[in-house]
């Protein structure tokens, strides 16, 4: 596995996407939107990994639920791999909650699933696969 991108979640795509476009002297994608959780999406592409700026669209979204109890900031760590599905099969028999047992479709219509915070030392962690 390796890192694929940390995910951020921000208030506001409007306000914070240039403040990373700054940092990083990059432009950001363009805005993606992500049914399934609610949320859209704006990457900022690095040489290693990107960072994903997560603003939720709905009160229910995951991201907005999130923002409400501890603010802005980082949101989930995410991790490529090649198989994903063996990959969750594995963790889960190694005794760690998964959130998801099967990947689902997320942003950049990759497989994705996420391992529970609660089995991660407070750390959510995503792993992803191109289909």
Same mark, same amino acid.
């Given at each position: 596995?390796?890192?694929?991108?940390?995910?951020?979640?921000?208030?506001?795509? *409007?306000?914070?996407?240039?403040?990373?476009?700054?940092? #990083?002297?990059?432009?950001?994608?363009?805005?993606?939107? !992500?049914?399934?959780?609610?949320?859209? !999406?704006?990457?900022?592409?690095? =040489?290693?990994?990107?960072? =994903?700026?997560?603003?939720?669209?709905?009160? *229910?979204?995951?991201i907005s639920k999130f923002i &409400?109890?501890?603010? &802005?900031?980082?949101?989930? !760590?995410? #991790?490529?791999? =090649?198989?994903?599905?063996?990959?969750?099969?594995?963790?889960?028999?190694?005794?760690?909650?998964?959130?998801? &047992?099967?990947?689902v479709t997320g942003a950049d219509?990759?497989? !994705?699933? #996420?391992?529970?915070?609660?089995?991660?030392?407070?750390?959510?962690? *995503?792993?992803?696969?191109?289909?």
């Amino acid at each position: 596995m390796n890192l694929s991108h940390i995910g951020i979640a921000v208030k506001s795509l *409007e306000t914070s996407v240039p403040v990373f476009e700054k940092i #990083f002297n990059v432009k950001a994608s363009e805005a993606e939107f !992500v049914e399934m959780q609610k949320v859209n !999406v704006r990457k900022i592409h690095l =040489e290693n990994c990107d960072i =994903e700026l997560l603003e939720g669209t709905d009160q *229910e979204s995951p991201i907005s639920k999130f923002i &409400e109890k501890r603010g &802005e900031g980082i949101h989930h !760590v995410s #991790f490529n791999t =090649e198989n994903i599905q063996g990959a969750l099969d594995k963790i889960k028999s190694e005794g760690i909650k998964l959130i998801n &047992e099967n990947p689902v479709t997320g942003a950049d219509d990759m497989l !994705v699933a #996420f391992l529970h915070p609660k089995s991660t030392n407070g750390v959510l962690i *995503e792993l992803t696969e191109p289909k």
